[in-house]
């Protein structure tokens, strides 16, 4: 299940760390200094991986933020082989060193999920995700898969189930490539080679009609 629950580190990397604390009390115990500090390091190490910071999520609800941490790889327009529609596609890569917890991109309900893309010929392994917005947006999160994050993927929001703004859903162990498609008309506000924030970082926004036409009456 989802949650806006933040532990600072991440829940996935608590077995891990419990096993590596207790070598270090018990190298503390019957080993020497050198190998206590050693595996001190790893520790600390390990803990730099499983961070898990708490994300300030922006306040306007059209935002779109980015659901992983990473860079911008690039921004292109697709034919949307998951629900069939002419999208926008923003390609972020999270790297081995970027925070791992996956947050959704927008307000909504999850209404579909597939682990392979709909007719797919190639023998590439995805994991992908369909969130409708209360105003009828359709964003799908595609998050491309090999033979370790295949294994050590972790979703936790369900089809049917709500999910909030930038609310952390799973966690992608060691990063990998994530794309994301937005409406063809929304505003992307990234570029290339940037690098971005999960949750907090804003990848762009929807674009409504009624949102226009206040703008402009207002003007």
């Given at each position: 299940m989802a949650s806006n629950s933040y532990p600072v580190i991440a829940r996935e990397g608590w077995p891990l760390l419990a096993i590596l604390l207790v070598i270090l009390i018990l190298s503390g115990q019957f080993l020497g200094v050198l190998a206590t500090s050693v595996v001190f390091l790893i520790l600390l190490f390990f803990i730099f991986i499983f961070r898990d910071p708490n994300r300030e999520i922006p306040s306007s609800p059209l935002s779109i933020v980015s659901p992983v941490s990473g860079r911008i790889l690039g921004i292109s327009q697709v034919d949307d082989p998951w629900i069939d529609r002419y999208a926008r596609m923003i390609s972020i890569k999270?790297?081995?060193?970027?925070?791992?917890?996956?947050?959704?991109?927008?307000?909504?309900?999850?209404?579909?999920?597939?682990?392979?893309?709909?007719?797919?010929?190639?023998?590439?392994?995805?994991?992908?995700?369909?969130?409708?917005?209360?105003?009828?947006?359709?964003?799908?999160?595609?998050?491309?898969?090999?033979?370790?994050?295949?294994?050590?993927?972790?979703?936790?929001?369900?089809?049917?189930?709500?999910?909030?703004?930038?609310?952390?859903?799973?966690?992608?162990?060691?990063?990998?490539?994530?794309?994301?498609?937005?409406?063809?008309?929304?505003?992307?506000?990234?570029?290339?080679?940037?690098?971005?924030?999960?949750?907090?970082?804003?990848?762009?926004?929807?674009?409504?009609?009624?949102?226009?036409?206040?703008?402009?009456?207002?003007?």
């Open positions: 999270s790297s081995f060193f970027d925070v791992y917890s996956i947050r959704s991109p927008a307000e909504g309900k999850i209404v579909n999920q597939w682990t392979r893309r709909p007719e797919e010929n190639d023998n590439k392994r995805r994991f992908a995700y369909r969130l409708r917005t209360d105003e009828d947006d359709e964003i799908v999160v595609v998050i491309n898969l090999n033979f370790i994050t295949a294994f050590f993927l972790r979703f936790y929001a369900h089809s049917g189930e709500r999910i909030g703004h930038g609310q952390r859903c799973g966690f992608l162990f060691f990063g990998g490539r994530v794309d994301v498609l937005i409406p063809d008309n929304s505003k992307v506000n990234v570029a290339a080679g940037e690098t971005i924030c999960s949750g907090s970082g804003v990848l762009g926004q929807l674009v409504h009609r009624e949102s226009t036409s206040t703008e402009t009456a207002a003007t």
